[in-house]
């Protein structure tokens, strides 16, 4: 049995928790999961959130690779309109570096207005500056000189893994899945029904079947040994994050897993997250023609005493059944 743990920094008011506390938390939590034999830690990134959401995931995973030394790690996604393709490259390779070459990276045109207004970037150019970034850290990570803007460019040093950190697209339409098997690594769709074009386009362009869609429903659970009580105290925080997204989302109907809900009665009813026992959560990683547990435990604000707590339970009392 496989596990990751993701991370998103939101930290709303009511968690009552210091921003600092949460990423020294995380850090914690990286080091827990690399001596469990974690198979991956993956963060994300977004702007001006008024909940923290955090804005610069390079940072924070060169801090996770120096207290690690051999879980991967994932952005998932990095919202590539933002930022300096030349910059960005560099920034990526220290990255690599630092972890000796234990980094992929999932690049995203956006979907939050007021990101675009923040950085003063058109939306109308998402698809285009994708493609650039794409091209550009492609080129940068051969460690060859190349050519960028009418100019010839070296970014150096090389990646300490051949070729660079992988990078593919993620996405929720079928551009976008096109545009992946064009030009990226792999595709990570927001939801399963477009990988289907991803698929279809890789074979086209006549490269081998990708099969299958590499992700499934975008599901959170939680441990407790009381699951009733561990509702009433997470919940607030699920109901944080499913609005949060689904409030984002909303603004062009970007197809999502995340809508807004009015209460966390009505959260419950979706299935989408979901407080076990830990026996509970065995029996259904056990019925798992794949079994993989991913953990997400300071989702929506989490407080940390909660948060450590479903890791704990995990640790001593779901892994023991798959040693």
């Known amino acids: 049995m496989l596990f990751g743990v993701r991370f998103d920094f939101r930290n709303p008011d009511f968690a009552d928790t210091a921003m ?5 938390a995380a850090l914690d939590m990286a080091q827990w999961a690399d001596r469990l034999s974690c198979a991956s830690i993956t963060i994300s990134e977004h702007h001006g959130s008024q909940d923290g ?22 952005i998932a996604a990095l919202i590539a309109p933002f930022h300096d393709p030349l910059h960005l490259a560099e920034d990526m390779i220290v990255l690599d570096l630092l972890s000796k070459g234990r ?22 150019e998402r698809g285009k500056r994708v493609t650039e970034i794409v091209t550009v850290l492609k080129a ?12 010839t460019v070296h970014v150096t040093p090389a990646p300490f893994r051949p070729g660079g950190p992988s990078v593919s ?18 595709f990570i769709p927001s939801r399963p029904e477009v990988w289907t074009y991803y698929r279809d386009e890789v074979k086209r362009l006549g490269r081998p079947d990708p ?3 590499p992700i499934g429903a975008n599901q959170v659970v939680a441990l407790a040994k009381d699951p009733e009580e561990g509702w009433e105290r997470m919940s607030p925080f699920f109901l944080h994050e499913t609005n949060a997204y689904g409030t984002w989302q909303a603004q062009d109907d970007v197809a999502s897993p995340f809508r807004r809900v009015s209460d966390t009665g009505e959260l419950r009813t979706t299935g989408q997250y979901r407080v076990l026992t830990p026996e ?5 990683l056990r019925d798992s023609p794949f079994p ?9 604000g989490m407080p940390l005493e909660l948060a450590w707590s479903s890791l704990l339970l995990f640790e001593h009392e779901v892994l023991p059944a798959f040693a």
């Open 53 to 74: 959401y955090l804005p610069s995931p390079i940072p924070m995973l060169a801090a996770m690779a120096a207290r690690t030394t051999d879980v991967r790690f994932m």
């Open 140 to 151: 940068a990570f051969s460690g060859r000189p190349f050519e960028y803007r009418g100019r």
């Open 292 to 300: 993989f547990a991913l953990l997400h435990p300071m989702c929506g």
């Open 280 to 284: 509970q959560f065995v029996e259904e």
């Open 103 to 124: 980094v992929d990276l999932v690049v995203a045109g956006g979907y939050v207005h007021e990101e675009f207004a923040m950085f003063g970037v058109p939306m109308s």
């Open 20 to 24: 600092a506390d949460r990423y020294a």
């Open 211 to 213: 099969g299958p869609c």
């Open 169 to 186: 697209l993620g996405g929720s339409s079928k551009p976008a899945a096109e545009r992946a098997a064009r030009i990226a690594d792999g």
